[in-house]
Nanobody, 122 residues
Framework: QVHLVESGGGSVQAGGSLRLSCVAS????????MGWFRQAPGKEREFVAA????????WYADSVKGRFTISRDNTKNTVYLRMSSLQPEDTAIYYC???????????????WGQGTQVTVSS
């Protein structure tokens, strides 16, 4: 059982930045790909960004391209999401997730974190 623990959420004004972190309790095939989803009130969960373990291939949703940067530190089993130029529409609970590939993780992650709230005020 892999545990994913997020941190770094909070409140920020529009145009500001935040960095989220997610630590995995261990490195397994199920953490080959790690990434972030978000869910805003009344909306479906949205896949935001992902990164692979070995190749560090990254993927971003169109809504965050150019503003968010995902990275990972394999020595710490940690993935980061640097969010810049934040807008009120970025307000959501952000969930860390992992899977054996980005494609499978987008459909059905193997593991989820508990989520961290990000609130952007105008």
């Amino acid at each position: 059982q892999v545990h994913l623990v997020e941190s770094g959420g909070g409140s920020v004004q529009a145009g500001g930045s935040l960095r989220l972190s997610c630590v995995a309790s261990e490195r397994t095939f199920s953490t080959y790909a790690m990434g972030w989803f978000r869910q805003a009130p009344g909306k479906e969960r949205e896949f935001v960004a992902a990164v692979t373990w070995v190749t560090t291939y990254t993927w971003y949703a169109d809504s965050v391209k150019g503003r968010f940067t995902i990275s990972r530190d394999n020595t710490k089993n940690t993935v980061y999401l640097r969010m810049s130029s934040l807008q009120p529409e970025d307000t959501a609970i952000y969930y860390c997730a992992s899977g054996t590939s980005i494609a499978t993780m987008r459909q059905t992650p193997d593991y989820w974190g508990q989520g961290t709230q990000v609130t952007v005020s105008s």
